[in-house]
């Protein structure tokens, strides 16, 4: 049996329902929804829903966590809990190692403790700190700059001393921008407050804000404004499937990038954003956010070879299904 952590939130839910779309499959959801959203679950429907345990609690909560695991006779984890916020970060650090460091410590102490040695974790591009270089492999030296970063960054560390230890068989997979929706427009991003870009821009389009505010056009880009890496959800919840297939192969101790190697502006963001959703967007320009760097883009060639992963969304359809789940959200 298949254990998700934080699979009510935005990208373990999408990977919750792509991976019960094999029939008679089952899994443990271990989230203590503070982030994460019991009707994302729901939403499923009632086929899925029925094959899904959730357990409402902390992955901190070791007692609770090994029952599970001993109750569904766990073999192997999906570490996608976590706080996802570089602002909120650099705001409350001690919250975030709590979570995302010490949280993820116990988990892996029960783990240890049961013999459960096979994880897929979220990791982040956020490991890898300023860019010396574009795109970004996974051979990129990892300095961190914010705390966010360097909880993912010292999980990974945690991960490679299981595998060197313990044979543990681990996969982080390394994200860049996740964005899109599910196209059933049953789930998709839900935060609160939202600052990812897509969701606001697209807030902005449907009236919800004013305007949207773009931090900085004065970066050494082609329009001044920030690159980033939009890659799609499914995209991921697939990466993910294709990662645990490879841990049920043999033993691994990977790092491996998720993105689509093909950098978007904020400009080229909010010029798309109008196309699709045939509103216009206002726009602000103030001056740049803190800790943002000018351009982050993957080189995928890694997921690639060794997953055979190649993202199926391009930047407009991620949009689009982006937009077909702000119109009737849900949650
Ligand atoms: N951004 C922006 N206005 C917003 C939110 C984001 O200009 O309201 C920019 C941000 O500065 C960054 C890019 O959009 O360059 C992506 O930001 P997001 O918060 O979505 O993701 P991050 O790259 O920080 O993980």
Avoid at 5 to 28: D, M, N
Avoid at 225 to 238: E, F, S
Avoid at 246 to 258: D, G, M, P, Q, R
């Amino acid at each position: 049996m298949l254990l998700v952590t934080g699979g009510a939130g935005y990208i373990g839910s999408h990977f919750v329902k792509e991976y019960l779309s094999k029939p008679g499959s089952e899994v443990v959801v271990v989230d203590n929804l503070i982030e994460g959203h019991r009707r994302a679950l729901h939403s499923l429907g009632d086929e899925l829903t029925k094959r899904i345990h959730l357990i409402e609690a902390d992955i901190a909560d070791e007692r609770t966590v090994a029952d599970a695991m001993e109750r569904y006779y766990v073999d192997s984890v999906m570490h996608f809990a976590g706080f996802c916020y570089v602002g909120d970060s650099e705001a409350e650090p001690s919250r975030y190692f709590e979570n995302n460091v010490a949280g993820s410590l116990k988990l892996f102490k029960v783990m240890d403790a049961l013999g459960v040695k096979k994880l897929v974790f979220s990791s982040s591009c956020a490991t890898y700190g300023d860019p010396q270089y574009a795109p970004l492999d996974e051979l990129h030296p990892q300095n961190p700059v914010s705390v966010y970063g360097l909880t993912k960054y010292l999980i990974e560390q945690a991960l490679w001393s299981y595998g060197r230890t313990k044979n543990w068989s681990t996969v982080c997979l390394r994200y860049f921008n996740a964005a899109g929706a599910d196209e059933s427009g049953l789930i998709g991003e839900s935060h609160e407050p939202e600052t990812h870009l897509i969701p606001r821009v697209l807030k902005a389009a449907k009236g919800e804000i004013d305007h949207l505010e773009v931090f900085g056009d004065d970066y050494e880009t082609d329009d001044g404004t920030c690159i980033r890496d939009y890659v799609h959800v499914n995209d991921l919840a697939d990466a993910h499937i294709r990662a645990l297939d490879l841990l049920n192969v043999k033993t691994y101790s990977e790092a491996i990038n998720l993105g689509t190697a093909d950098g978007a502006s904020v400009k080229r963001v909010i010029d798309l954003s109008k196309e699709v959703t045939g509103r216009d967007i206002k726009v602000k320009y103030s001056k740049r956010r803190p800790g943002d760097v000018a351009k982050l883009v993957a080189n995928c060639s890694k997921a690639k070879e060794l997953l055979g992963w190649q993202p199926k969304y391009d930047l407009r359809k991620t949009i689009e299904t982006a937009w077909n789940w702000e119109q009737n959200r849900r949650y």
